[in-house]
């Protein structure tokens, strides 16, 4: 059985650096998306400080992502591809990083304490599959580390998934 082992979270890279061989032993031997998205997220919304959300939305027509597994409060089932923080971020095929979700136009409030945001795309041989949404209570949670370690973690995530 899997069990979490703390992380030191001085050092940011080191942090994703042991969060990736959590998750990857985590998924190991399980190739269910439901299941691995559902660990996946209780693993970040677990050992990432100062989140209120945690989960994936998948990509289920070329113009609409749907609520898939998640950690937090209850959130918006479907949205847009090109609308929000997840669905510019599938549009555009890039992840975004968001230090004030008030300042970004169009941003959807699935949960009104949020205050920053990070959408990384899941990708697969070119197509995009679906994101990791992350919030955050705190304004500017997010940084570049955070980023590319969540990038990391979405490539484990379809490496063992798809």
């Known amino acids: 059985m899997f069990q979490t082992a703390m992380i ?4 940011k890279k080191e942090f994703y650096r042991e969060l990736a061989q959590q998750l990857t032993g985590l998924l190991h031997g399980e190739r269910d998306v439901i299941a691995n998205a559902a660990n996946t ?9 100062e989140l209120n959300w945690a989960g994936f939305y998948f990509l289920k027509s070329k ?4 609520l898939g597994p ?10 847009a591809v090109g609308r929000g923080v997840c669905g510019t971020a599938v549009e555009k095929g890039q992840s975004i990083l968001v230090e004030d979700v008030h ?9 009104a304490a949020s205050r ?20 955050s209570p705190v304004t500017s949670r997010f940084d570049a580390d955070d980023q590319a370690g969540i990038e990391a973690l979405a490539d484990i995530f379809v490496a063992a998934s798809y």
């Open 8 to 11: 030191d979270q001085a050092d």
């Open 41 to 49: 997220s209780a693993l970040m919304f677990e050992m990432m400080p």
């Open 63 to 66: 113009d609409e992502l749907v």
């Open 70 to 79: 998640f950690q937090g409060r209850t959130a918006c089932v479907r949205i």
């Open 103 to 111: 300042a970004f136009p169009g941003h959807i409030a699935c949960d």
């Open 116 to 135: 920053s945001e990070l959408v990384v795309p899941l990708s697969h041989n070119g197509e995009i599959l679906g994101v990791i949404d992350l919030d």
